[in-house]
């Protein structure tokens, strides 16, 4: 019997890497629905190279392109949340969570409420709402496996072992198309040279993440939720060829590390095989021909968004949900041209500071009031943006 799939955030980066693992495998999978944003053409496509059975377009104006685009396909359509939502309910053994930003929240929420296979992509479900989603997760039965590089990287050299067994959980980042600028550089730095990623493809916002660090720090925090492990386990350490994604060490002094080609087919192909381990058409590892692995200290003083994360994930309460919905609209001003590449973490750190204090001290206890803490965190970022803007 094949395995059933759904796809959410099926037109975006991590939805096509996995169309294209799920297109390599008819045999193996059959796709219930498909959701996209608002590329209609895009999800049609998708839709009907898959055999998806429903499609759904979360633009609620979008449904009569839809219609046209999937006709005399015999795919059913809907549009808007309550489509998505549709499409979430539909009976399927893996939901892959590739919607980006706190759109995701919710249908991924309720996958895992229903007590799914969850392939995670989505960050904000951790970041910004993590104990909450996690707590449902366990409760529902369901299965939350990281796609989601470097936490892929940890689930499988964590095996069979408990939080228990583990000393030290490391994170390597690419430390991004900045890593060897000086901080007067990196200052200056513009749209195209942010946006310009050595290793990696994938969204405007990861990206200018990626090369703040704030990327890194981000994943911390999901990882702090997904292995049950302290802000004291976790560590970073940049690794500019992006090959070692993911280290555990255990408590015999044993480290294992995941190592894969820069590919997001290959977690993808890890998570939708699970437990198995499913064929993929990904550049495999030829390490003779990399030749060599660097590995260095991340710097906080030319990355001061790895450090804001790190002291909001030691924090707790509501810190992370307010540091990643501060960064969230830091970067869409730097996108904008209105702040300098620094005018991130200064704006987030602005926010974090005037929120912190009267905030709860544990953190939000549902989706929904991590999502009210998100949009206040949000309002005072965009009060705060001026005066940042003023500084870069
Ligand atoms: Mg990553």
Request: net charge negative; charged share 20%; proline share 5%.
């Given at each position: 019997?094949?395995?059933v799939?759904?796809?959410?955030?099926?037109?975006?980066?991590?939805?096509?890497s996995?169309?294209?693992?799920?297109?390599?495998?008819p045999?193996?999978?059959?796709?219930?629905?498909v959701?996209?944003?608002r590329?209609?053409?895009?999800?049609?496509?998708?839709?009907?190279?898959?055999?998806?059975?429903?499609?759904?377009?979360?633009?609620?104006?979008?449904?009569?392109?839809l219609?046209?685009?999937?006709?005399?396909?015999?795919?059913?359509?809907?549009s808007?949340?309550s489509?998505?939502?549709?499409?979430?309910?539909?009976?399927?053994?893996?939901?892959?969570?590739?919607?980006?930003?706190?759109?995701?929240?919710?249908?991924?929420?309720?996958?895992?409420?229903?007590?799914?296979?969850?392939?995670l992509?989505?960050?904000?479900?951790?970041?910004?709402?993590?104990?909450?989603?996690?707590?449902?997760?366990?409760?529902?039965?369901?299965?939350?496996?990281?796609?989601?590089s470097?936490?892929?990287?940890?689930?499988?050299?964590?095996g069979r072992?408990?939080?228990?067994?583990?000393?030290?959980?490391?994170?390597?980042?690419?430390?991004g198309?900045?890593?060897?600028?000086?901080?007067?550089?990196?200052?200056?730095?513009?749209?195209?040279?942010?946006?310009?990623h050595?290793?990696w493809?994938?969204?405007?916002?990861?990206?200018?993440?990626?090369?703040t660090?704030?990327?890194?720090?981000?994943?911390?925090?999901e990882?702090?939720?997904?292995?049950?492990v302290?802000?004291?386990?976790?560590?970073?350490?940049?690794?500019?060829?992006?090959?070692?994604?993911?280290?555990?060490?255990?408590?015999?002094?044993?480290?294992?590390?995941?190592?894969?080609?820069?590919?997001?087919?290959v977690?993808?192909?890890?998570?939708?095989?699970?437990?198995?381990?499913?064929?993929?058409?990904?550049?495999?590892?030829?390490?003779?021909?990399?030749?060599?692995?660097?590995?260095?200290?991340p710097?906080?003083d030319?990355?001061?968004?790895?450090?804001?994360?790190?002291?909001?994930?030691?924090?707790?309460?509501?810190?992370?949900?307010i540091?990643?919905?501060?960064?969230?609209?830091?970067?869409?001003?730097?996108?904008?041209?209105?702040?300098?590449?620094?005018?991130?973490?200064?704006?987030?750190?602005?926010?974090?500071?005037?929120?912190?204090?009267?905030?709860?001290?544990?953190?939000?206890?549902?989706?929904?009031?991590?999502?009210?803490?998100?949009?206040?965190?949000?309002?005072i970022?965009?009060?705060?943006l001026?005066?940042?803007?003023l500084?870069?």
């Amino acid at each position: 019997m094949s395995t059933v799939v759904t796809v959410l955030g099926a037109t975006g980066s991590i939805g096509r890497s996995a169309a294209d693992v799920l297109a390599a495998h008819p045999d193996r999978f059959r796709i219930e629905a498909v959701v996209g944003g608002r590329d209609v053409a895009g999800l049609a496509a998708t839709a009907k190279a898959l055999g998806a059975r429903f499609a759904a377009v979360a633009d609620p104006d979008a449904h009569d392109a839809l219609r046209e685009a999937l006709a005399g396909s015999g795919i059913a359509s809907g549009s808007g949340a309550s489509a998505v939502m549709e499409a979430v309910a539909r009976p399927a053994d893996i939901v892959v969570a590739g919607i980006a930003g706190t759109a995701g929240v919710l249908p991924t929420h309720a996958a895992v409420r229903l007590g799914r296979v969850v392939a995670l992509a989505n960050k904000e479900c951790l970041v910004c709402a993590g104990h909450a989603f996690m707590r449902d997760a366990a409760a529902a039965g369901a299965t939350v496996l990281p796609v989601d590089s470097e936490h892929n990287a940890i689930l499988q050299a964590l095996g069979r072992h408990e939080a228990a067994d583990v000393e030290r959980m490391i994170l390597t980042a690419s430390g991004g198309p900045f890593r060897t600028w000086s901080r007067e550089r990196i200052a200056a730095a513009t749209l195209k040279e942010a946006l310009a990623h050595p290793n990696w493809s994938m969204g405007a916002k990861v990206t200018i993440d990626s090369a703040t660090l704030m990327n890194k720090g981000l994943e911390l925090v999901e990882a702090h939720h997904l292995f049950g492990v302290t802000a004291e386990v976790l560590g970073v350490v940049v690794h500019a060829q992006s090959i070692v994604h993911g280290l555990v060490s255990f408590r015999d002094g044993s480290v294992v590390a995941g190592l894969a080609s820069p590919d997001m087919r290959v977690p993808l192909a890890h998570c939708l095989g699970f437990p198995d381990r499913i064929a993929t058409p990904v550049k495999r590892l030829d390490l003779a021909a990399i030749g060599r692995l660097d590995f260095e200290e991340p710097d906080l003083d030319r990355f001061p968004a790895l450090r804001l994360a790190q002291t909001a994930l030691a924090a707790g309460g509501g810190a992370p949900t307010i540091l990643n919905a501060a960064n969230e609209i830091a970067v869409e001003a730097f996108l904008e041209g209105r702040i300098g590449l620094f005018g991130i973490p200064e704006l987030v750190e602005r926010v974090v500071d005037r929120m912190h204090g009267r905030n709860d001290p544990s953190p939000p206890a549902s989706i929904e009031e991590a999502l009210s803490l998100d949009a206040e965190a949000r309002s005072i970022a965009r009060e705060n943006l001026l005066a940042v803007n003023l500084l870069h």
